[in-house]
């Protein structure tokens, strides 16, 4: 695929997530840039976050690497290592198989955006640091899979 605009992708709004994990995610939008180029090998999301709304739950992923970029607004980044403010141009990644768990909250009063970019791996899994909750492996792990207790229960 060649050129197509971004405005034309579909817009994807909340979470998969069970409730009530779902509810600081509610107001997130986003829209899946790499599938609508065609890719398989990575995923470009432009997500779109008002202020009050989490980007998820901090998770961490075994396999899949992540890049995030800001492009407007600005963002709460939250992981093991406490909390750290990106704006735009700032970028933030995570390693799969690190098991720090990563979110953005958008804590301001401006709406913020940002790419997300990472892989897209038929193994992956992860778990969520902060709630009894792990995915389990898919074919694109956010579209698909199943969420799980930690002790394997399902939701």
């Known amino acids: 695929m060649k050129k197509f605009a971004a405005a034309g992708v579909p817009v994807i709004s909340g979470s998969r997530y069970p409730a009530p994990f779902d509810v600081p995610c509610r107001e997130r939008r986003s829209r899946r840039l790499g599938e609508a180029a065609g890719l398989t090998q990575f995923g470009v999301n432009l997500v779109h976050l008002p202020p009050g709304a989490w980007s998820s739950q901090r998770h961490w992923h075994s396999h899949e690497d992540e890049l995030v970029y800001v492009l407007r607004g600005e963002v709460v ?41 990472g892989s897209r791996l038929e193994v992956d899994h992860g778990e969520y640091s902060d709630i009894d909750m792990v995915f389990t492996a898919s074919r694109y792990a956010c579209g698909g899979g199943s969420f799980l207790h930690k002790d394997g229960r399902p939701y």
């Open 77 to 117: 980044l939250h992981t093991d290592a406490g909390e750290e403010i990106l704006g735009p141009g700032d970028c933030a990644g995570f390693k799969g198989g690190i098991r720090d768990g990563h979110c953005l909250q958008n804590r301001s009063s401006a709406d913020a955006e940002f790419l997300v970019v």
